[in-house]
């Protein structure tokens, strides 16, 4: 027994390790720019090795500036991934665990009033915020974005919406807004040519509109989720070898690269110092045609393929390119701008990056990255990684020699198990009960994406 309680006190002391310290705030702090897509797949993007998708403007960013080998999210699906990300804490602290829209009636569904996000951090510090795209953290007005923390609100509240201009969205929360300084609007949906071309025109006009002030911009794209939606033309551009969702699917991402390039010049255009993220919310998804390359798993799952992700920072005059093989988390990136602005840095899970920036960066950062969604959850410490099944017991996964987590360990490391599932446990010491569910429809489906014998993309495909 003190065996244990020693473990679960060291366990305790790692994952504490976290959190940004406070600095003082720089004379005229950067701008950032945080750009998330959506449901794309890891190894879709040409710095992670894509054959097939053609993402050439997104890989010169990433080029010149610092890759994350393998940077993680905090859940495997949209809303609870973007409430830890938008919060720079887990949200399981908060009971945002599942995916919107969940069981909870409509007024309490959503991002809890009391958790301060990072949009409130950062205009505390004097820069101004906007949100571009997707919300996805509460459908009714007592969650809308302007009253999180954003001076801006420019998209749909809801999860996904048609890509083209459709009358029939024009008044549910579907419907693209239009929100600024207290005027508020809704973009008349003939005005709405392509979904992603619209976002990336606002980010782009709040960009220039702000250029003589430091400003925090969120630009949340839903591309590539669905509907599988295209323009013509980028069909055309396209691969020809492609074929069905596949070829759609890299027109999207033709579409999202475009963005990605015009948000990125106007930034030039600004001449401001200003810290691009760019990071996807969850691994691709089974039905958008997505590809995960080496990592097992896709969206909704806490193998590889649901929690890690593209991601990198461009930042010409702070961070040298290069590429980083540390495990980060999306909160780490969000704490790094947090801390790169002066602003308030408190009760933060993640830590400041910029350290590890460095030409002579520290010692890696001693600590364990744990994950739950309802009945399953996961631990990564060092290279050992082990997923927590309920009603199924536990697997074991030593991803420097298995990183596909096709072998599981755990019948024969007994050690390792009962020392991550300690761990495990002293996460969860830190986390609430759940404020919804999503049913036992996909309750059903979560327990299915984590048997063993599911392997292979089709098998994956097969369970939304």
Not at 184 to 191: G, I, K
Not at 261 to 276: G, K, N, V
Not at 411 to 418: E, K, L, T
Request: glycine fraction near 10%; hydrophobic fraction near 40%; charge should be negative.
């Amino acid at each position: 027994m003190l065996q244990l309680i020693a473990i679960l006190l060291r366990s305790s002391i790692l994952l504490d390790a976290g959190g940004a310290a406070i600095e003082p705030p720089p004379e005229s702090p950067p701008s950032v720019v945080l750009v998330i897509a959506d449901d794309a797949g890891w190894i879709d993007f040409g710095f992670n090795g894509a054959s097939e998708i053609a993402t050439p403007e997104i890989d010169r960013l990433a080029a010149e500036g610092l890759t994350f080998d393998a940077c993680y999210v905090t859940a495997s699906v949209c809303s609870p991934s973007r409430a830890g990300m938008l919060t720079g804490r887990h949200q399981q602290r908060f009971g945002h665990e599942y995916n919107l829209p969940g069981t909870a009636p409509r007024s309490e569904a959503g991002l809890p009033l009391d958790e301060i996000t990072i949009a409130n951090r950062l205009r505390d510090a004097g820069l101004a915020t906007g949100l571009v795209g997707k919300w996805h953290l509460g459908l009714a007005d007592r969650f809308h974005p302007t009253r999180r923390g954003f001076d801006e609100f420019h998209g749909l509240r809801a999860g996904s919406r048609s890509y083209f201009g459709d009358d029939r969205l024009a008044k549910g929360d579907r419907r693209y807004e239009r929100v600024i300084r207290d005027e508020s609007s809704t973009r008349p949906e003939a005005d709405i040519e392509y979904l992603t071309d619209t976002m990336t025109n606002d980010a782009v006009d709040f960009i220039r509109r702000h250029a003589d002030r430091p400003s925090f911009l969120v630009v949340a794209y839903t591309a590539p989720h669905g509907p599988m939606h295209a323009r013509p033309e980028d069909l055309e551009a396209v691969d020809g070898r492609l074929r069905g969702k596949r070829r759609t699917y890299a027109a999207m991402m033709r579409a999202l690269d475009r963005g990605v390039a015009r948000i990125a010049d106007a930034i030039d255009e600004s001449d401001r110092d200003t810290l691009l993220i760019f990071v996807n919310d969850n691994g691709g998804a089974t039905n958008n045609a997505s590809d995960n390359g080496p990592w097992r798993g896709m969206k909704g799952s806490l193998f590889e393929g649901g929690i890690r992700v593209p991601a990198f920072v461009h930042r010409p005059k702070a961070i040298p390119p290069g590429a980083m093989s540390q495990p980060v988390t999306s909160l780490d990136l969000v704490a790094t701008a947090v801390a790169a602005t002066g602003a308030d840095p408190a009760d933060l899970d993640g830590i400041d990056l910029a350290p590890w920036f460095a030409t002579s960066p520290p010692a890696p950062a001693v600590r364990s990255l744990c994950w739950r969604r309802g009945p399953v959850a996961a631990i990564r410490d060092g290279e050992m990684k082990l997923i927590r099944v309920e009603g199924e017991g536990s697997m074991l996964f030593d991803l420097e020699t298995d990183p596909g987590e096709m072998a599981d360990l755990a019948a024969r490391h007994p050690a390792d198990v009962v020392r991550l599932l300690a761990g495990l446990a002293a996460w969860e010491q830190g986390v609430i009960e759940p404020r919804w569910t999503t049913g036992d429809y996909w309750r059903s489906n979560l327990l299915r994406k984590h048997r063993m014998d599911v392997q292979g993309r089709e098998a994956e495909r097969a369970i939304p």
